[in-house]
């Protein structure tokens, strides 16, 4: 599975020092969008300090007017607040959905957390009906540990 292969360049990624943190989150952007057929869009948003919203962090795919998201709304503000993965197989069927672009289809979105706290996450779309695993979960779940470790 690709994701094996990935998980040593996201840990190499992680610990260029030499790079800033957001140099490196967009790498981890660039790596999964190139490498995962399916992953069209790849971002991060994290909590605006002690605001309930979320800012728009590193990100591939295309331009995105969702630079603020207050908790509960859309997928991410969902998870800012439930702290689980969340995990949308049709973004058509959700009713609180934020839609980006037309040809979205899927969503997948898996907190960060940093000390038992969640301060951001992993946010990806697909133009691809249906394709998120349980294997793109523990993925992206070992991918969010890494770049816990950076924030």
Known sequence: MIFETLKPQIE????QTEKTI???LLNICELL??????????GF???NGLKEELLLGPYVGEPTDHTVIPFGK???GQVAVSNKNFVVPDVSAQDNYIACSITVKAEI???VFVNGENIGQIDIDS???DPFTKEDERFLEFVCAEVAKIL
């Open 33 to 42: 969008e190139k490498h995962v057929a399916y992953y069209n869009w790849v």
């Open 127 to 129: 133009n691809t009906p």
């Open 12 to 15: 190499t990624i992680v610990f």
């Open 45 to 47: 948003y994290f909590r």
């Open 22 to 24: 957001n140099e490196r």
């Open 109 to 111: 979105v898996v907190p």
């Open 74 to 76: 859309g997928i991410c």
